[in-house]
């Protein structure tokens, strides 16, 4: 069963994922996103305990933010391209994967704090 987290920038709270899926054991952070057809500006994965990531068998570009064990945002690779490593991050802990082009939509800077909270899944009824 996924675990789902809402992402917020602190200090001010603000939500600026409602739904992420959290990849918190070997296999789900293994495996993340491989072999999805498409990603978008709904998705977010959180890969927890985790300094570097891999980008094989993806199909498109992601962006990829690198998190301190506080939070704190410690690098942005946009549009990182299919069959790519991520050199690890001194002092990365976690990992957040979002569609091509989210990291600056959501103005995601390097120096900014986030934080995460446990929620529900999003909703799949519609």
């Known amino acids: 069963m996924t675990k789902w987290v809402r992402l917020r920038r602190q200090p001010n709270g603000q939500v600026i994922h409602a739904h992420v899926a959290v990849a918190d054991a070997f296999w789900t952070r293994f495996q993340g996103w491989m072999g999805r057809s498409a990603i978008g500006p709904q998705d977010a994965l959180l890969l927890t305990e985790t300094p570097a990531i891999h980008t094989m068998f993806m199909?498109?570009?992601?962006d990829v933010v690198i998190l301190s064990k506080a939070g704190r945002v410690l690098a942005v690779a946009p549009a990182v391209a299919p069959w790519r490593l991520l050199k690890p991050v001194p002092t990365g802990r976690h990992a957040l994967e979002l569609a091509a082009g989210q990291a600056s939509d959501l103005a995601i800077e390097v120096g900014?704090?986030?934080?995460?909270?446990p929620t529900s899944p999003p909703d799949q009824s519609a």
Do not use: V
């Open 59 to 62: 199909r498109q570009p992601i």
């Open 112 to 117: 900014d704090s986030l934080s995460w909270e």
